[in-house]
């Protein structure tokens, strides 16, 4: 019985993977998925099509994780991070000064800004200084030790700058120098 059942195991994760053995980029994926479509084989190819659009999304976000800088003044930014849960994206990453100050960044969107701008209104509601820096509105808040800088960014993301080692001066200055511009327009 154990045997039976590992093969059922073993066959299902092999078929279940052959679209990805059998097509080395998302083009190939959808070529593929449009012959099963034009075969009324819909279940198929609604399967290929789920695998193509998950490569989507990683390239999305590999994409955004290029566009954080490796050093922002002092700082020199440490591994990036991107992920996507439940359609959202967050991409993160910590910067670090040679004195041994950290600084996260994250970049929060999704579902066509509604996360990102919700991480922006959360932050909103903690009061605040407002600023306004590279064009883009937020505030800055200190509260029990942890300063956070939330920027709401014109293509609908959030853009957050937070640390327990820097006063708000330091935090603000940071987001000063960081390219926000450039990742509000990189479209990622």
């Known amino acids: 019985m154990k045997s ?18 059998q097509a080395e980029n ?24 789920a695998i193509a659009l998950d490569q989507v999304d990683h390239h999305l976000l590999d994409t955004t994780a290029a566009i954080f800088p490796e050093t922002v003044g002092e700082f020199t930014r440490g591994e990036v991070n991107a992920q996507k849960a439940m359609g ?29 701008g ?8 903690g009061g605040g200084q407002k600023v306004r820096i ?22 609908g993301k959030s853009l957050l700058f937070i640390s327990r080692m820097i006063d708000s001066d330091g935090v603000n200055s940071f987001g000063e120098e960081f390219p926000v511009v450039e990742v509000d327009e990189s479209g990622s």
């Open 134 to 155: 590279q064009g883009r509105s937020g505030s800055l808040m200190d509260s029990e030790g942890e300063v956070t800088l939330s920027l709401k960014l014109k293509n």
């Open 88 to 116: 959202m994206d967050i991409t993160e990453c910590t910067y670090r000064d040679e004195k041994g100050n950290e600084l996260d960044v994250r970049l929060m969107g999704g579902a066509d800004g509604m996360f990102g």
């Open 4 to 21: 039976f059942l590992s093969l059922c195991l073993f066959c299902t994760l092999m078929f279940s993977l052959a679209p990805i053995a």
């Open 26 to 49: 998302t083009s190939e994926l959808l070529e593929e998925a449009i012959g099963l479509l034009k075969q009324e084989n819909y279940t198929e190819a609604r399967e290929v099509i």
């Open 118 to 125: 919700l991480a922006a209104l959360g932050a909103s509601f």
